[in-house]
């Protein structure tokens, strides 16, 4: 069971790592070179499934999902609560599944490296978290107010 601090710490952490991993498909010009550097990096490990380019119409939902969790990323940062990682678990969840589904259609095996990351801060955000207020009211039949 985690420590409300240690997951306060965990829901940061995965908020920094978003931000740090989405930042860059916030602009057109941004995730061109972003999506570039997969290219290459998709080169030179010889793999057969291609990054592929977008078009405007699929560039804009990039950049969505790019500003989208920009402030996703920037509201966990500064707002870090038990709520806020069950629901960014829930999002990774979602997102890593729909990473899978993509995979297993034919998309770049590099996104798994993402749902790698998906799945294990999920995982971190959704264990237990020992509210010693709740442990204290069970254990002792009612909490103390202040502490």
């Not at 290459?40 to 990039?62: G, Q």
């Not at 998309?107 to 955000?125: D, K, M, N, P, W």
Request: overall charge neutral.
């Amino acid at each position: 069971m985690l420590s409300v601090k240690n997951n306060l710490h965990i829901v940061r952490a995965s908020a920094v790592y978003d931000l740090i991993m989405t930042i860059g498909f916030m602009t057109p010009w941004t995730a061109s070179l972003v999506l570039k550097g997969f290219a290459a990096l998709s080169a030179a490990l010889a793999l057969e499934r291609p990054v592929p380019t977008f078009d405007v119409n699929s560039m804009l939902f990039v950049n969505l999902l790019g500003s989208i969790v920009t402030v996703w990323s920037c509201w966990r940062l500064m707002h870090p609560s038990r709520s806020v990682g069950i629901y960014d678990a829930c999002a990774r969840a979602l997102f890593a599944l729909w990473q899978l589904y993509a995979v297993a259609h034919g998309a770049s095996v590099l996104i798994l490296g993402f749902t790698v990351f998906e799945v294990l801060f999920a995982i971190a955000q959704w264990l237990p978290v020992n509210d010693n207020a709740k442990a204290r009211e069970e254990a002792g039949g009612h909490a103390m107010l202040f502490t």
